[in-house]
């Protein structure tokens, strides 16, 4: 059913429960005889009573997704493709990279030395790593509310030493917040044969919305086949990781 139409979901989700248009309209604040003419096609409810619907009928999104596409032709809205905006529209976002330090967890040095990499003039990168290195604190007094990020221990443990002890110490303020749970994985394998970071953002007005970097730039997919292979993923590189309170034991160590 995932490429239904919203008026084909709402009707299926509440008449699936047994449910009334009034028992339904009362869960979102609507009278039953507004459900009734949402179930007929004749117009959309605005879009926070979509995300109630979504919510009050376990639809995990998918309801949200097919509103969005009747009302846009999308199924993402336009900001939806600009990463630092889902960054500030999202209460928890899940990070998976393969080889390095998710970004809004680099600190300062370990910022300098990638750029150095990656051959970034010296004069732009003060102003780029002064812009950087406190976005995650400002995204969490945004309305963050938590970051599970899962990479290699060797992302950080074959540092120079310098950047090593500076990285370690940034990850233990960071999870010692209560915003930030790090997983580490310790073999030496890519993460289940990932080619680049995934990201998952789970927004605060309902849906969530999957990214993956790749040498073109960031893509930002809105095809539900796509996001629910990337959350399997995410959800796989999890269970290849240390707790998090094993993954702190090992920052110390290497700190």
Known sequence: MDDASFRMLLRSGRTSRGWTLDRLGRLVGAVGTTVGRWERGEYLPPREVAVSLDRELGYGSQLMRAWQIEKTGSPLPPWAHDIALLEE?????????PHLVPGLLQCAGYMRLMMGRNLIPAADRARLVEARSQRLEALIAHGLASVTAVFPAFAVDRLPTDVRAEQAERLLELTGTGHVDVHLI????????LMGPLMMFHLREGGAISASEHNRGVIVHDEASDIGRLHHQIKAALGRSLPAAASRRFLEEVR
């Open 186 to 193: 310790m073999d030496e394998e890519t993460p289940i044969g």
């Open 89 to 97: 529209r999202a209460r928890l976002i899940e990070l998976i990279s």
